[in-house]
């Protein structure tokens, strides 16, 4: 993991194990398998093949799971290919969530047959959600061991994989159902609570990268952060591509560098459209940081009337999402100030719902919708549940949901990643991949150079620049799970691989070209003292999903129907003045684009424990056969597997949107 990288998920990963015992002292046997049964397909953990487990779950540890049940996918897949192609009969005649669920959705016998099964082995307050994506059920870790043929285990946690605040915990082997159900199952949720992947990523950390904005470098503390690209150099520097003075890192964009750079329009805000942000957890007084994000920022007031939170939990357990949150809901704010804003929150519990099974509720519950309608139209996640190797159930849930979202018309977009390789959901071909750009805005707002995000890092040794590797990077590349779509055929150049390719499209992600985001403070010593606004910088395919969310969002205001899965329309527009071409930089690219200083505190034991700065050098566009993770990600002209078609062009991306969905 780099040293800018920060998982949210990652912060418990040393936390103590609770309420577990041994194997040997748990005294439960392991159920031999009932004459008809089947073994599900894909519902065994990945990570307890070569993850050392600690103990058993405790018998009586109370837990809710979610048996997913199997729509009629193959079919669904057709229309929803249908209703978001160009020139179909049935472009963007959505169905409304009844209508998807009466003609795809699993039928009423198979939810009954499953709540009556779930009942009869000791399970409780058994329920099917709206619609029929899942029965839910609750029961001691007992019941639930022998219901399904496996043991619940603890397990070591690690960076990569833990939960959170929580002990990690899974079932250790592939679940087991009547042969009966098992048809009708595409996976079970609940029984491991391993984190999701958060793509965020900061520029340091609190305070010594809070943007308070220097006006200049303070000789005691190093050369300051910059305002806009190039406002400030750090000189004298180890020479690198020809020059030895590099801009310093930028402090945060505004939302108004942000608008100037993507060329937003006050014409087109979102108004009357509504865009969703999916979190786990709700963030403490998120409209008041809103609020006061907006005033400093010079932006509208946010309209109470236009913003909303849906909790699906008792929102009492903490909020993994902190910072992510606020990110989101501020981004998608820059790009479409005038819209609704709909912030759901996913249970953060540790009863079966921390980790996947709360984000999946949350996109459900969108999708579930009222009135006859979903929720919003437009739906960011700034998550992933994991690498292509993921349970392969987890997959089909994803999946499941996804087309549907299609054929609902909803857009679900999905950060790619913050470095090489390629994430699901991300990579299914009905997910909306959102990549990561470099960034450099100049002092009047106008955009410098973008370029595809991966960075380098090399620090100064003995007066000399040492390269450590990658430092971050957008997810993307070839996928090893799903066929090239349709709609990427003729457009994904051969180079880059016959399979769906990641990311679709992108925005600014680098941190170290990262936006200001606001934040509150509350002090712990005077509860009633009223909270703190500052700013930090961050970055991530966090940043560019919520980013790339807003500028559809606003493209839609006042069309007769909502874009809902754009992929096809999108890549119709390869080439075309609608996206910003992000283009590699190279030998003939200014050494002022080629990357940026950037101190960093370090304690030197031999120095008496004294902090010393470190001059760094970031680079960008850095990806190459050379840096450890490289995965055959490349930023080109055209389409590329680093940001996809490119960045929306504002105005130009609007009008052809618009155009093209008639």
């Not at 929803?80 to 409304?96: C, K």
Request: with cysteine.
């Amino acid at each position: 993991m780099s040293r800018l990288r920060m998982l949210v998920a990652a912060l418990g990963a040393t936390a103590v194990v609770a309420g577990t015992t041994t194997a040997a002292a748990s005294g439960l046997a392991q159920a031999a398998p009932r004459p008809a049964d089947t073994i599900l397909a894909g519902s065994a953990v990945p990570f307890t093949g070569h993850t050392r487990a600690t103990g058993d779950v405790v018998a009586s540890t109370q837990l809710s799971i979610e048996l997913w049940l199997k729509p009629q996918v193959a079919a669904a897949e057709r229309f929803a290919t249908a209703v978001a192609t160009p020139g179909n009969a049935a472009f963007h005649r959505y169905l409304s969530p009844d209508a998807y669920t009466a003609r795809f959705g699993a039928s009423r016998s198979e939810a009954a047959a499953v709540e009556s099964w779930l009942r009869a082995e000791g399970f409780t307050a058994v329920h099917t959600d709206a619609q029929r994506s899942y029965v839910r059920a609750t029961a001691a870790t007992s019941t639930i061991n022998a219901a399904l043929h496996v043991q619940l285990k603890t397990y070591r946690a690690s960076a990569a994989v833990n939960a959170g605040p929580y002990a990690l915990r899974a079932n250790d082997r592939a679940v087991t159902l009547p042969s009966s159900l098992a048809g009708s199952v595409l996976g079970v949720t609940g029984l491991d609570n391993a984190a999701t992947v958060s793509p965020l990523d900061t520029a340091g950390s609190k305070p010594a990268r809070e943007t308070s904005r220097p006006a200049g470098p303070a000789a005691s503390a190093g050369p300051a952060c910059s305002n806009y690209y190039g406002q400030h150099l750090a000189t004298g520097l180890p020479e690198k591509y020809g020059t030895t003075s590099f801009p310093t890192f930028v402090c945060g964009y505004s939302a108004g560098q942000m608008r100037a750079a993507y060329r937003a329009s006050w014409a087109n805000t979102g108004k009357g459209q509504t865009v969703a942000l999916v979190e786990q957890g709700l963030t403490r007084d998120m409209f008041l940081t809103l609020a006061d994000y907006a005033k400093t920022n010079h932006m509208p007031a946010p309209s109470p009337r236009r913003y909303e939170e849906l909790s699906l939990g008792k929102d009492s357990c903490g909020d993994p999402f902190d910072l992510e949150e606020q990110l989101d809901v501020e981004s998608s704010y820059d790009m479409a100030p005038g819209a609704n804003t709909l912030v759901v929150g996913g249970d953060s519990c540790n009863h079966g719902d921390f980790g996947n099974q709360a984000v999946f509720n949350a996109d459900i519950a969108v999708l579930d919708g009222a009135g006859g309608h979903p929720l919003a139209s437009v739906a960011s996640n700034s998550w992933e549940s994991g690498e292509e190797s993921q349970p392969a159930s987890l997959t089909k849930i994803e999946h499941a949901y996804l087309v549907r979202a299609a054929a609902e018309g909803v857009g679900m977009y999905f950060s790619a990643g913050d470095g090489s390789g390629v994430l699901a959901p991300s990579n299914d071909p009905y997910a909306i991949a959102v990549g990561g750009t470099t960034i450099g805005i100049g002092k009047t707002g106008s955009r410098l150079f973008e370029t595809g995000w991966s960075t380098g890092d090399s620090v100064l040794t003995d007066n000399a620049w040492v390269f450590k590797g990658e430092d971050g990077a957008s997810g993307g590349g070839p996928s090893v799970q799903w066929p090239q779509p349709a709609y990427q055929k003729g457009v994904v150049p051969p180079a880059l691989g016959s399979t769906r390719s990641a990311p679709d499209i992108s925005a600014d992600a680098d941190p170290f070209t990262g936006m200001a985001v606001g934040l509150l403070s509350f002090s712990h010593k005077h509860p009633a003292a009223p909270p703190t606004y500052y700013q930090i910088s961050v970055g991530g395919t966090s940043e560019s999903s919520p980013l790339v969310a807003g500028m559809v969002t606003a493209a839609q205001q006042g069309q007769p129907a909502a874009f809902g899965f754009i992929n096809p329309l999108i890549y119709k527009l390869a080439g075309t003045s609608a996206f910003y071409d992000t283009l590699p930089l190279t030998s003939h690219s200014p050494a002022l684009y080629r990357g940026m200083e950037c101190d960093f505190l370090e304690l030197a034991d031999i120095c008496g424990g004294q902090k010393h700065r470190i001059p760094n050098l970031t680079t960008f566009d850095d990806q190459s056969p050379s840096m450890k993770y490289y995965t055959g990600q490349v930023t080109l002209p055209g389409y590329d597997n680093m940001t996809g078609l490119g960045t929306p062009d504002g105005p130009n991306f609007i009008a052809a949107m618009r155009k093209l969905a008639g």
